[in-house]
T-cell receptor, first 116, second 109 residues
Framework: GAVVSQHPSWVICKSGTSVKIECRSLDFQATTMFWYRQFPKQSLMLMATSNEGSKATYEQGVEKDKFLINHASLTLSTLTVTSAHPEDSSFYIC????????????FGEGSWLTVV | DAKTTQPNSMESNEEEPVHLPCNHSTISGTDYIHWYRQLPSQGPEYVIHGLTSNVNNRMASLAIAEDRKSSTLILHRATLRDAAVYYCTRSSGNTPLVFGKGTRLSVIA
């Protein structure tokens, strides 16, 4: 299947700093990508839909000024956690829709964020 | 709201077939049914998806009820590597996948 790659796989940052997570579709173009957050032993929670060339659509309760999403190209979306706090520590996962393979959605490997 | 219902957990013996059920009684006519599985600390892995007809691929088979209100993911011969959380989701058009709690599958050697 198609490949979606995230970077970094894990990151530790200090409280109050910002951290950027990248999501790339390696072998297809994705006009739409999605960002999720997952806490231990819980399911994935949709945070936002990232649209190439336009603003992201955030789910209710997700602060758009805290979780900045940029989708500047057809193969790259970024999630920036601004002014991170320990409660932002989580597993962040992106996905991308591959129109060329029947709209199959592929997920990245996930990125662990720990805020200390 | 995932709008799908799955059992919390299931067990299977190794090399036996596994049938993982999913209810999606409010599914719309344009919703595809998607199945993913997730291992600890990894992103979900695509398994299979379908609309109306049963689907087969190298990983699994998807049996969709005639009224489309339920579906069953079939692993023909469970291996230890199939132990994971299996998620049944639905989406149409450009809508995102919304995940429920999934079914935790344990495979016994």
């Amino acid at each position: 299947g198609a490949v979606v790659s995230q970077h970094p796989s894990w990151v530790i940052c200090k409280s109050g700093t910002s951290v950027k997570i990248e999501c790339r579709s390696l072998d297809f173009q994705a006009t739409t990508m999605f960002w999720y957050r997952q806490f231990p032993k819980q399911s994935l929670m949709l945070m936002a839909t990232s649209n190439e060339g336009s603003k992201a659509t955030y789910e209710q309760g997700v602060e758009k000024d805290k979780f900045l999403i940029n989708h500047a190209s057809l193969t790259l979306s970024t999630l920036t956690v601004t002014s991170a706090h320990p409660e932002d520590s989580s597993f962040y996962i992106c996905s991308a829709r591959d129109v060329g393979s029947g709209n199959t959605i592929y997920f990245g490997e996930g990125s662990w964020l720990t805020v200390v | 709201d995932a709008k799908t219902t799955q059992p919390n957990s299931m067990e299977s013996n190794e090399e036996e077939p596994v049938h993982l059920p999913c209810n999606h009684s409010t599914i719309s006519g344009t919703d595809y049914i998607h199945w993913y599985r997730q291992l600890p600390s990894q992103g979900p892995e695509y398994v299979i998806h379908g609309l109306t007809s049963n689907v087969n691929n190298r990983m699994a088979s998807l049996a969709i009820a005639e009224d489309r209100k339920s579906s069953t993911l079939i692993l023909h011969r469970a291996t230890l590597r199939d132990a994971a959380v299996y998620y049944c989701t639905r989406s149409s058009g450009n809508t995102p996948l919304v995940f429920g709690k999934g079914t935790r599958l344990s495979v016994i050697a």
